[in-house]
């Protein structure tokens, strides 16, 4: 059986300590690269903070699984026992030309099932954070219940990539929300949108494509919050895979789904 408040305390102890070395980054010379294109930033500050947890977890749990995005950990073709989902830089963009608005972001998984969710808004010293059924916090502060908003009153993050002619959906289907909410965020991490949802910063969260790492610790605090998330057709996330995503308060959720994207079919 496993002990998950062990493993809370533990995981919640480096991802303290993994942001006080990339703070310590900000003052030093760090290596940036590009991945799948240009703007795809990698830098050696991501691939160290992802080899120090795996270090931590092989050493502490060496049963547990690990699935990181730049790939040192293992190769998972299923998600059975319990498994480590990490991004160790979220917002890799943010991080290399603002030094804020990034955030290291972690779900732990039992057989598929969101156990434990981590995002540390390192700059900030803000660690949104829940276990199943046990509530969701922003460090000390428990989190109410997401409820409803009109979508006249609500905020969503929303990058314009998707508001202008892209791969890969069709920009006019978002024209009419976009007129009709009281506005748009863009904050250039997933990670971070997926907790402002959470805290009601953010009403709503719509992307095209993401990792499972990008929301895998983020959809455990929404969940616990009574919030929805699906790919914008309506389906359940596949937490091997890439998704489209809307993350939102209940009802606003169905009325995005309903209203604006035609219950998905487009
Ligand atoms: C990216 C950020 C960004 C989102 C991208 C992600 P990364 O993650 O979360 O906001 O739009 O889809 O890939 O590469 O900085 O870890
Ligand atoms: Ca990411
Ligand atoms: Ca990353």
């Given at each position: 059986?496993?002990?998950?408040?062990e493993v809370d305390t533990y995981a919640k102890e480096w991802i303290k300590e993994?942001?006080?070395s990339i703070k310590k980054s900000f003052v030093q010379k760090i290596t940036v690269?590009?991945?799948s294109n240009p703007n795809d930033l990698v830098t050696d500050i991501d691939k160290a903070t992802e080899k120090f947890f795996i270090h931590k977890i092989n050493e502490r749990f060496p049963t547990h699984q690990i699935l990181g995005e730049e790939g040192f950990g293992n190769e998972l073709e299923e998600l059975s026992g319990t498994v480590w989902i990490i991004d160790p830089i979220d917002g890799t963009m943010n991080f290399v030309h603002q030094q804020r608005n990034f955030a290291i972001s972690i779900g732990i998984y039992e057989d598929g099932v969101g156990m434990i969710g981590l995002i540390y808004d390192v700059v900030h010293d803000e660690l949104y954070h829940?276990?199943?059924?046990?509530?969701?916090?922003l460090n000390d502060q428990p989190l109410p219940k997401l409820t409803n908003?009109?979508?006249e009153e609500a905020i969503i993050g929303l990058n314009t990539t998707w508001v202008v002619p892209n791969r890969r959906i069709d920009h006019s289907i978002l024209t009419p929300l976009v007129r009709d909410v009281r506005g748009t965020r863009s904050y250039g991490s997933a990670a971070l949108e997926i907790a402002f949802?959470?805290?009601?910063r953010l009403d709503a969260y719509i992307t095209l494509r993401l990792s499972p790492w990008d929301f895998a610790g983020g959809i455990v605090i929404i969940e616990e919050l009574g919030g929805v998330y699906t790919t914008l057709n309506g389906k359940p996330f596949n937490l091997l895979g890439q998704n489209s995503v809307l993350i939102s308060r209940p009802g606003l959720h169905e009325r995005i789904l309903k209203d604006y994207l035609n219950n998905g079919i487009w």
């Amino acid at each position: 059986m496993t002990n998950w408040n062990e493993v809370d305390t533990y995981a919640k102890e480096w991802i303290k300590e993994a942001g006080e070395s990339i703070k310590k980054s900000f003052v030093q010379k760090i290596t940036v690269e590009s991945k799948s294109n240009p703007n795809d930033l990698v830098t050696d500050i991501d691939k160290a903070t992802e080899k120090f947890f795996i270090h931590k977890i092989n050493e502490r749990f060496p049963t547990h699984q690990i699935l990181g995005e730049e790939g040192f950990g293992n190769e998972l073709e299923e998600l059975s026992g319990t498994v480590w989902i990490i991004d160790p830089i979220d917002g890799t963009m943010n991080f290399v030309h603002q030094q804020r608005n990034f955030a290291i972001s972690i779900g732990i998984y039992e057989d598929g099932v969101g156990m434990i969710g981590l995002i540390y808004d390192v700059v900030h010293d803000e660690l949104y954070h829940a276990m199943k059924d046990k509530g969701a916090y922003l460090n000390d502060q428990p989190l109410p219940k997401l409820t409803n908003v009109k979508v006249e009153e609500a905020i969503i993050g929303l990058n314009t990539t998707w508001v202008v002619p892209n791969r890969r959906i069709d920009h006019s289907i978002l024209t009419p929300l976009v007129r009709d909410v009281r506005g748009t965020r863009s904050y250039g991490s997933a990670a971070l949108e997926i907790a402002f949802v959470a805290t009601g910063r953010l009403d709503a969260y719509i992307t095209l494509r993401l990792s499972p790492w990008d929301f895998a610790g983020g959809i455990v605090i929404i969940e616990e919050l009574g919030g929805v998330y699906t790919t914008l057709n309506g389906k359940p996330f596949n937490l091997l895979g890439q998704n489209s995503v809307l993350i939102s308060r209940p009802g606003l959720h169905e009325r995005i789904l309903k209203d604006y994207l035609n219950n998905g079919i487009w």
